[in-house]
């Protein structure tokens, strides 16, 4: 069975101050890994597609980087707007295996 | 349409009664998806059509679940006979090719079931 595991669970910042989310992943012959945020009582809004080791996407003050065991999404200088719940997935057969998610919440 | 548009927004139903949520997927997209999602941020695949053919349907409780994708009309997914255990947010998504591409998801379907 496929699994994907984030950490850390939560993350706290002050604005400004870079981080890093981990996502790392099993699974046998990697279909791509998708990074999505997610605000609290809303669906998940799609940031990255990732689809080989070495591959780097970056959208604002977020980018995500892939190896052959983990991707990383790095948040530089945060702000208060980018609190979220950062969701990693890859392809799992026909549907997508979720991460649990890295709540980041960046204080003002 | 450029979002996939989900209604209602809130629902709730007593135990035992029928839910009926709706799903109108993005222009162009073949495939569509439900998610469910009870616990913060667990995610369970229940169902995907492929246009409007059932793709995988290895995650539906199939004795009180139930969905369909016609032609021309949003895509649906019915619950029969309601548990409390259903209260989740029910969540559709749509993509061009699968899940090997990106998918887009809706805002969600909170079922409350009392």
């Known amino acids: 069975e496929d699994q994907v595991t984030q950490s850390p669970e939560a993350l706290r910042l002050q604005e400004g101050e870079s981080s890093s989310l981990n996502c790392s992943y099993t699974?046998?012959?990697?279909?791509?890994l998708f990074w999505y945020r997610q605000d609290p009582g809303k669906g998940p809004e799609f940031l990255f597609t990732l689809y080989s080791a070495g591959e780097e996407k970056e959208k604002e003050r977020l980018k995500a980087t892939l190896t052959k065991k983990e991707s990383f999404l790095h948040i530089t200088a945060p702000k208060p707007e980018d609190s979220a719940t950062y969701l990693c997935?890859?392809?799992?057969?026909?549907?997508?295996?979720f991460g649990a998610g890295t709540t980041v919440t960046v204080r003002a | 349409g450029e979002e996939v548009a989900q209604t209602p927004k809130h629902l709730v139903r007593g135990e035992g009664q029928k839910a009926k949520l709706y799903c109108a997927p993005i222009k162009g997209h073949s495939y569509v998806f439900w998610y469910q999602q009870v616990l913060k941020n667990e995610f369970k695949f229940l169902i995907s059509?492929?246009?409007?053919?059932?793709?995988?349907e290895t995650g539906m409780p199939k004795e009180r679940f139930s969905a369909k994708c016609l032609p021309n009309s949003p895509c649906s997914l019915e619950i029969q006979a309601t548990k409390l255990e259903d209260s989740a947010v029910y969540f559709c998504?749509?993509?061009?090719?699968?899940?090997?591409?990106?998918?887009?998801f809706g805002q969600g379907t909170r079922l409350t079931v009392v």
């Open positions: 998504a749509s993509s061009q090719q699968g899940h090997g591409s990106e998918a887009f």
């Open positions: 699974v046998s012959g990697l279909r791509g």
């Open positions: 059509f492929q246009n409007e053919n059932v793709f995988d």
């Open positions: 997935a890859v392809p799992n057969d026909y549907k997508l295996s």
